[in-house]
């Protein structure tokens, strides 16, 4: 089935480091890739998104490109802040569904030191 | 416009007990989905409501648990009879239609003793 897999965390930067979150997914078709992520004590919010293949979908400095030849969809920030610590959750629509439901990797904690 | 408002924020409840989550959608929302999120692991969908009908409950385990939303008030979850496995993070989103513009709630995190 379909499903989306994320790179372990912690992720410990300093702050102006580069930062690359990895997230594979495996599906029928081309669905739609996104990200959210969760600040803490908060919700998830949508951080940016993609629909097809070579989209690169961008947002408060955050990248990800859809990469359908590696099913890959990166997060990538050039500079990290203090206020980027957060848990970052890659996701993608559940099967051919046209419910809405989104399937969620496991999320990945991204601490940024000063 | 407040976002998608859920109560309690956090829940004890000892084993046996009932469950009650509540979600008030987005003003003009009428999608609400529920997504569970045990520890260390992702958010897993539950259930997909519209106003007074369940559209997609596939992910809502067979027994104990339940969800509505009515045509008047918030959606609530239902979970009768607590077990420790239980616990976790309980997420509402909302959305004008069912695509994927979903706002997010802050959660309930059930804690079963």
């Known amino acids: 089935g379909d499903s989306v897999t994320q790179m372990e965390g912690p992720v410990t930067l300093s702050e102006e480091a580069f930062l690359t979150i990895n997230c594979t997914y495996t599906a029928t078709g081309y669905p739609s890739l996104f990200w959210y992520v969760q600040y803490p004590g908060e919700g998830l919010q949508l951080l940016l998104k993609a629909t097809k293949a070579d989209d690169k979908g961008s947002n408060k400095g955050f990248e990800a490109t859809y990469r359908k030849e590696t099913t890959s969809f990166h997060l990538e920030k050039g500079s990290v802040q203090v206020s980027d610590s957060a848990v970052y959750f890659c996701?993608?629509?559940?099967?051919?569904?046209?419910?809405?439901?989104?399937?969620f990797g496991q999320g990945t904690t991204l601490q940024v030191k000063p | 416009n407040a976002g998608v408002m859920q109560n309690p924020r956090h829940l004890v409840r000892r084993r046996g007990q009932e469950a009650r989550l509540r979600c008030s959608p987005m003003k003009g929302h009428s999608h609400v989905y529920w997504y569970r999120q045990l520890p260390e692991e992702g958010l897993k969908f539950m259930v997909y409501?519209?106003?007074?009908?369940?559209?997609?409950e596939s992910g809502m385990p067979k027994e104990r648990f339940s969800a509505e939303f009515p045509k008047e008030g918030p959606s609530i979850l239902r979970i009768q009879q607590v077990v420790r496995g239980d616990s976790a993070a309980y997420f509402c989103?909302?959305?004008?239609?069912?695509?994927?513009?979903?706002?997010f709630g802050s959660g309930t995190r059930l804690t079963v003793v």
């Open positions: 996701a993608l629509p559940h099967g051919s569904s046209n419910t809405g439901k989104l399937i």
């Open positions: 989103a909302s959305s004008v239609d069912s695509n994927y513009g979903y706002t």
């Open positions: 409501l519209q106003k007074e009908n369940i559209i997609d």
